[in-house]
């Protein structure tokens, strides 16, 4: 049986971040003054100096996990995904997020597609404190085929609650904080998987309640609790583990981290990388494998820290001199 991969079914990750490289060297021309950022390109979210804050903005999209809501015609969480992958990064930066317009581009307008859609975007900006301030809905059916949604979300931070990864410092402990499964990263991979086996997205899920399709659709978690843990911990570091996996964990620091101890992935991740005949190290590279957020803390905060990030939150590796090991394997 061949093995699949993210590259094969047609997302190459090295090849991403050369076209980010190559946008990143013509986009150069920055504002002087108030509103001047404070943030290279690069990093989670963007910062623009707010003079005794920062605002602090993102974009994000569902991606092809809207793919599998069209099959199954169930709308109601991918909004959650929507807001998750926006808020999330601007907790990876400390901020907090106060407001979120989102953008629904269709190939012909559906109003009850439209309104399960609506009820995820409700639910995420209840669980992120946040108001949906405004948006836009396209029809463009010479580009769109179904639907595609992304938003973009700013957040205020105080200047000196900013965390960049700067603070990090060999010997430093990495608490992992669990994720609800595949978040909305992987998806090319996980749908090629599925099409090319003998199930559907409407066949129950090996061992648990759900169908494939459901299961598949669980929506990203939001990470609020990074709120409180900016206020009452010295953070060095935060990761959202999103598409790359634990690739993610270089964004913040040049330094190296070992996972010594990684999080149990859901069944979900086990069930697709024995269906696709997956290399443990791809799955590492495209999931989170059961790890949304990485906090890198001193050893002395580990305990606050897994505190405030709630259930199933513990140390899972430290951060060394170079590399990136998570059990045998090196990134």
Known sequence: MRKL??????????????????MKA?????????????TEIGHYAGLLDMGSFALAMTTDGVGSKVLIANAISKWDTVGIDCIAMNV????AIGAEPIAFVDYLAVEKVDPERAAQIAIGL??????????????????????????????????????????????????????????????????????????????????????GKNSIGEELLTPTRIYPEIVELVKECDVHGLAHITGSGLLKLHRISSLGFEITDPLEPQPIFRFLQELGNVDEAEMYRTFNMGMGFV??????????????????????????KEGLKAGSLTF
């Open 5 to 22: 991969t993210y590259a094969e079914a047609g997302v190459d990750i090295h090849k991403e971040n050369r076209s980010i490289d190559a």
């Open 26 to 38: 013509v986009l150069t021309t920055k504002r002087k003054g108030f509103g001047a950022p404070l």
């Open 88 to 91: 999330n990064d601007l907790y």
């Open 122 to 207: 409700a639910r995420g900006a209840e669980i992120s404190n946040m108001t949906i301030v405004g948006g836009e809905t396209a029809s463009l059916p010479e580009i769109i085929r179904g639907f595609d949604l992304a938003g973009t979300a700013i957040g205020i931070v105080d200047k000196d609650k900013v965390v960049t990864g700067e603070k990090i410092q060999k010997g430093d402990v990495l608490v992992g904080v669990p994720s609800s499964g595949l978040h909305s990263n992987g998806y090319t991979l996980a749908r090629r998987i599925v099409a090319e086996s003998k199930y559907t997205y409407f066949d129950p899920m090996p061992g």
């Open 295 to 320: 906090v890198v803390v001193a050893e002395e905060e580990v305990a606050r820290a897994c505190r405030i990030m709630g259930p199933g939150s513990r140390v899972v590796g430290t951060v060394v």
